[in-house]
């Protein structure tokens, strides 16, 4: 597993230094990930070793933002303060948008393949 | 006996956070596998539970805990770059639909994104908040580093991506019934879109189709956020 860990992190420190290297916006590790796929669609396969490094990262991927997410308890003001506008846009954002994005994928694919 | 010693260690050593952190994550899975995967009991909602009450009562600040924790955090960065891989093997599902795909991706992608702006906007909320809205629908490690990009506050971030994944998986089948959804492809693709990785745990359970698509959907969407909101938001600065 070693040889896929170390591939991981070899993608993210180019997706790093090409972040830093031309100041881009993009996260680093965004660009490893976008790099990562086109070196596997040039590859045309995974490797086992990869495939376990990657397996045990998502396994806990939740795991993994606690840290960052354990942060909520600094911003326990703002939350009480607008508790109302964030529970109101996240539910109906939510709902609306799902509703949406299934509708349109559903009225395209029949689009799609009436053309066919 | 040297309690002096004992304490001097308990408050210095990263390892006492760490186990609370890392036991609290598994009470999660034990708890969430117990009750037959309910959706409100995600393993990190019971985590953050647990963590939290022990932070309340030690008295700790986050600075402190985030520095004993540090060493998770790392790990955010090369589990961001692992996505490629659930995505490169699901994108060969990309070509029979790809105009589909594209449209609602950017179209669905941007509007969601919108219409949660526009409710904080309308309901006065504060400019941060909006920022850390705005990575709601993608998939936590992505709006986590997106979110620190932007201005947005990350833990904020996180909870609104975790409470949007929730709602999603909770109500995503309803709608998809309301609405006479007919395509397995259309309700994984909708439901990786807006509720990421809960959301796709939920199209796994609609079929392996469902699934596939939700995988790609949550892939191409956190890509395409991480790399045109921060430079929609500069532009707007």
């Known amino acids: ?102 509708k349109l994928m559903d009225y395209l694919t029949i689009h799609s393949e009436n053309k066919k | 006996m040297n309690i002096d010693a004992l304490t001097e260690y308990m408050t210095t050593t990263p390892l006492l956070w760490l186990l609370i952190t890392l036991g609290s994550f598994k009470l999660g899975i034990i708890i969430y596998e117990k ?42 960065g090369p589990a961001t770059v692992a996505l490629a891989l659930p995505l490169y093997n699901n994108l060969k599902h990309i070509k029979s639909l790809f105009i589909p795909i594209m449209i609602t991706l950017f179209v669905a992608g941007i509007s969601s994104i919108l219409l949660a702006i526009f409710l904080l906007w309308i309901f006065g909320a504060e400019l941060v908040t909006i920022l850390s809205m705005t990575t709601k629908s993608i998939t936590a490690p992505i709006a986590i580093i997106t979110s620190e990009q932007i201005g947005a506050i990350p833990s904020l971030a996180v909870g609104f991506v975790i409470i949007t994944g929730v709602i999603g998986a909770l109500l995503g089948t309803a709608i998809f019934k309301i609405l006479n959804i007919k395509y397995d492809t259309s309700k994984g693709f909708a439901l990786g879109l807006i509720s990421h990785g809960i959301g796709t745990a939920r199209a796994m359970e609609i079929s392996e189709k469902a699934a596939a698509f939700s995988a790609l959907a949550m892939g191409l969407s956190g890509i395409v956020t991480a790399i045109f909101l921060p430079l929609i938001i500069l532009f707007f600065q």
């Not at chain 1, 996260?27 to 045309?44: S, T």
């Open chain 1, 1 to 102: 597993m070693l040889k896929g860990i170390i591939t991981l992190l070899i993608f993210q420190f180019i997706g790093e230094c090409i972040s830093k290297l031309f100041e881009l916006l993009v996260p680093g590790a965004v660009i490893g990930m976008v790099l990562l796929l086109v070196f596997l669609i040039i590859r045309k396969s995974s490797f086992k070793s990869l495939d376990n490094a990657v397996l045990i990262h998502l396994r806990y991927l939740p795991l993994l933002f606690i840290p960052a997410a354990m942060g909520i308890i600094t911003q326990l003001d703002i939350i009480s303060k607008e508790f109302l506008a964030i529970s109101i846009s996240l539910v109906f954002s939510t709902i609306i948008a799902l509703a949406f994005s299934a």
């Open chain 2, 35 to 76: 009750s037959n995967k309910n959706t409100l009991l995600q393993p990190i909602i019971v985590a953050y539970t647990f963590i939290m009450s022990a932070l309340f009562i030690s008295g700790v600040s986050y600075q402190e805990y985030f520095k004993s924790v540090e060493i998770i955090h790392f790990f955010l």
